[in-house]
Structure formats: C-alpha cells, structure tokens
C-alpha cells in the first residue's frame, strides 16, 4: 500500500479527514446562515428569493455545492468507520465523572451527528429538492420603481415550461421573475412539528459543533498557548451558541409573525 493510502486509512488520517470536512462544512453554514437572514426583510421575499436564484445561476457557486455535497458524504463516511473501529478496540465504556456540557458532545458525536443527518435528509428534501427538481414551487414577479423604490409583487405563470428566470428594466421599471421559494419556507415553518424538528436540530447542532470545532484544531495540530483559547471561545460562542440560536429563529420567528 503506498504512503499516502497508509495514511489515510490509518485511525489519524481519518480524523485528520473529519477535521477537514468539518470545517469545511462550517465555513459553509457561515455562508448559509448569512444568505438566510435575508428571511427576516419584510420585502415578501424578494431579497430571499433573488438570493436563492443566484445560488443556483452562478457557475462557481454551483461547483462549490456538489464539493459540498461530497463533503457531507465524505464526513458521515468517514465518522461510521471511526465509531465503528473505537466500538471494536473499546468494547467497555469507561466510567465518567466529567459532566461539562462539552464532553457530553464529546461522547455523542455519533449521536448528534446522526441527528444532523437525518436533518439535512428533510431539509434538502423539502427545500433544495423541490426548488431544483420539481415544479411546485411557483413563480413571482417584482415590479420596482427604481425612482421611488415602490414594489408591487404578483404571481407569475411563465408560459414555456423552461422558463427560469428573467431580469429586464422597462420605464425605470426593475421587473424580476424568480422562484418563489420564500412561499415554499413560509408554508413549511407555519407548521408546529416542522419547528419542533428545526429546534431539535439546531439544538444538536450546537453540542456538535462545541466538541467539533475546536477538536478539528486539535487534530490538525493547530494548538497555541495564545490562540487556543481564541478558538476555544469563537468555538463555544460563535458556532454553538450564536449560530444554532441564528437558524432556529428562523422558523420560529415565521411561525409567530405572519410573513
Ligand atoms: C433553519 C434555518 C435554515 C433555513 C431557513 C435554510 C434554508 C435553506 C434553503 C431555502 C435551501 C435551498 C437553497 C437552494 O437550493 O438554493 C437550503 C439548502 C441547504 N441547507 Fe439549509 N437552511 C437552514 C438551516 C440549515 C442547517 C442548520 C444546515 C446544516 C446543518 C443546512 C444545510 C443545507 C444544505 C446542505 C443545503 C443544500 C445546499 C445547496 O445546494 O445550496 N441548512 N437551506
């Protein structure tokens, strides 16, 4: 076997693997999060829903979602052999007296990681699904008066079928026919269980990420009297306190306001 198939396939090389895809994967949540705060503009989702056809019109972006998609594979793979390997080297658990929020994630990594999958299963079924492949997600068209900044929204029914989208500007007239995929998010987050499974979620989403982050650092060697503890907090912070609690007010907040 040759060097660099040794070292992959050794216990090392796969965490080194996880720590690089999970990180990868959180760089993208970063983004993900970013682009949905667009739910929260009281524009009856134009902003969302030219965000949304951006996303999958631009080329380079395109690339960067079916990396991502290899990504959630590689990572999930690679997290079955590892939990499969230590259950068989590690066949007595041992006895815990540390009760920290943190090593509880630890030692449900497998856990929580399974919830998130079972999430994205629903959430990519639900949204990235229908939006890409189906046809019930409709059509809108924006009307905005580029001097007065007045908009007016309507339904919109393309008569060819390969319709996707269009941009023109007529008499200082922006006319913009997207997807409505904000009706598709709206319809779903008014339902109570839907918000239920998003809360859940995000909540294992936090304890993952509270363990992940920074033993992705670790893994990678990347330890520093000075900077750890910087890690440690944008970890403990950012990516299990503030970002968890960023996308599960998405659902909550549509269910109680109507938009
Ligand atoms: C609760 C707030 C969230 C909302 C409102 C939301 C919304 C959306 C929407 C509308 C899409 C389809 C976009 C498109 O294809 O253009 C999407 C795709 C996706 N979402 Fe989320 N999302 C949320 C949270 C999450 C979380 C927490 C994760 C991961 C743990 C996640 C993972 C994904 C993935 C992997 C895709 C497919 C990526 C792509 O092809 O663009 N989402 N999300």
Redesign the pocket.
């Known amino acids: 076997m040759s060097e660099f198939k040794q070292t992959f396939n050794s216990s090392l090389g796969k965490k080194l693997i996880m720590a690089l895809t999970g990180l990868f994967?959180c760089t993208?949540?970063i983004v993900?999060?970013g682009g949905?705060l667009q739910?929260f503009q009281n524009d009856e989702g134009y902003a969302?829903n030219v965000y949304?056809?951006f996303?999958?019109h631009f080329p380079p972006?395109e690339i960067v979602?079916y990396l991502?998609?290899v990504t959630?594979v590689v990572h999930t793979f690679y997290a079955l052999m590892l939990t499969v390997k230590n259950r068989k080297s590690r066949p007595v658990k041992y006895a815990s007296v540390n009760k920290s929020p943190a090593s509880w994630g630890s030692k449900n990594m497998g856990l929580l990681g399974s919830v998130?999958l079972l999430?994205?299963v629903i959430?990519?079924g639900d949204?990235?699904y229908k939006?890409?492949f189906t046809d019930s997600v409709g059509f809108k068209e924006y009307k905005t008066n580029v001097l007065t900044n007045k908009r007016t929204v309507n339904d919109f029914k393309p008569q060819d079928p390969a319709f996707e989208h269009s941009f023109t500007t007529e008499n200082d007239v922006e006319i913009v026919r997207v997807k409505d995929?904000h009706t598709?998010?709206s319809k779903s987050?008014k339902q109570w269980w839907y918000v239920i499974i998003?809360v859940i979620?995000?909540g294992a989403?936090s304890f993952h990420l509270l363990h992940g982050f920074q033993s992705a650092f670790r893994t990678m060697g990347w330890t520093h009297r000075k900077y750890t503890p910087v890690v440690e907090f944008i970890g403990t912070w950012f990516f299990a306190v503030i970002?968890?609690l960023?996308?599960?007010a998405?659902?909550v907040f549509y269910f109680f306001i109507n938009r």
């Open positions: 994967l993208f949540l993900h999060l949905n739910l969302f949304a056809n996303l999958t972006i979602a991502l998609y959630i998130l999430f994205i959430h990519m949204f990235w939006y890409k995929l598709k998010v987050f998003y979620a995000m989403l970002m968890p960023g996308f599960a998405m659902p």
